[in-house]
């Protein structure tokens, strides 16, 4: 018997948020290594404001994922 045809969408569905979410993840941690690369050339006072936000973002970002994966 086939399944029926919304199962298979909201399967579709829920596969492609947490590809999304997952894709997301790694661009919160591209964001880190950028702010590393900037610091490293620019010498500003606020340099450790930005890198607690970037980290604060990252974390976030695999928190949310993970919630996704528990809760999808």
Known sequence: MTPPIMTIALTIIKVLTLVGLGLYSLFA?????QEQLMAAVL????EPILRILTILHFAAAVGLFILAVIIL
Do not use: L, Q, T
């Open 43 to 46: 010498e500003e006072g606020f």
């Open 29 to 33: 941690g591209i964001m880190i290594r």
